[in-house]
T-cell receptor, first 116, second 115 residues
Framework: AQKVTQAQTEISVVEKEDVTLDCVYE???????LFWYKQPPSGELVFLIRRNSFDEQNEISGRYSWNFQKSTSSFNFTITASQVVDSAVYFC?????????????FGTGTRLTVIP | GAGVSQSPRYKVAKRGQDVALRCDPISGHVSLFWYQQALGQGPEFLTY????????KSGLPSDRFFAERPEGSVSTLKIQRTQQEDSAVYLC?????????????FGQGTRLTVV
């Protein structure tokens, strides 16, 4: 069975601080995909990044970076020098690698508030 | 439009009423998904279409929920005899291909409140 755990329900940081959002997953599949989505108050889920299970290379995109570690089943997300516009709910999600099994299993989300 | 469009944005239904929620995916996208998001929770999978074929409906919570995509583009999620526990945001997503791991594009959702 698939499961995604985001233990941090809410985080508040002061603008320009760095913040890391944790994600731990469970799956029996050897091939799977991990995602991070951002949900601003407008409600639309915005795609941030996708990693497949065979690619443990960490990635940096501007102020965002991701740390994928299969050994600990974690896929953590760090925002450097946070900004007020980063305030949103962030979801980690997992999908299986089998054909036809494309739906996403989401964590419960972490609400990030960046205080000016 | 360029993105996934859902209508209505908000719907208030009296308990027992039937409702229909519409999703217009991105043009040409093969796959379409419906998710249900309760307050303070992550989205939960309801059903999945590849073109007009409903390949997975394992997430539909009861036989009061029904989804269709007759021409492989627009989809409708219908809920019969609504109950208070159906109150949630219903999200639609589409992907350009049916391949695993494809990025999903989400609409803004329909917030359903059953009173």
């Amino acid at each position: 069975a698939q499961k995604v755990t985001q233990a941090q329900t809410e985080i508040s940081v002061v603008e320009k601080e760095d913040v890391t959002l944790d994600c731990v997953y469970e799956t029996r599949d050897t091939t799977y995909y991990l995602f991070w989505y951002k949900q601003p108050p407008s409600g639309e889920l915005v795609f941030l990044i996708r990693r497949n299970s065979f690619d443990e290379q960490n990635e940096i995109s501007g102020r965002y970076s991701w740390n994928f570690q299969k050994s600990t089943s974690s896929f953590n997300f760090t925002i450097t020098a946070s900004q007020v516009v980063d305030s949103a709910v962030y979801f980690c999600a997992l999908s299986e690698g089998r054909t036809g099994a494309n739906n996403l299993f989401f964590g419960t989300g972490t609400r990030l508030t960046v205080i000016p | 439009g360029a993105g996934v469009s859902q209508s209505p944005r908000y719907k208030v239904a009296k308990r027992g009423q039937d409702v229909a929620l519409r999703c217009d995916p991105i043009s040409g996208h093969v796959s379409l998904f419906w998710y249900q998001q309760a307050l303070g929770q992550g989205p939960e999978f309801l059903t999945y279409f590849q073109n007009e074929a409903q390949l997975d409906k394992s997430g539909l919570p009861s036989d009061r929920f029904f989804a269709e995509r007759p021409e492989g583009s627009v989809s409708t999620l219908k809920i019969q005899r609504t109950q208070q526990e159906d109150s949630a945001v219903y999200l639609c997503a589409s992907t350009p291909r049916g391949a695993p791991g494809t990025e999903a594009f989400f609409g803004q959702g329909t917030r359903l409140t059953v009173v």
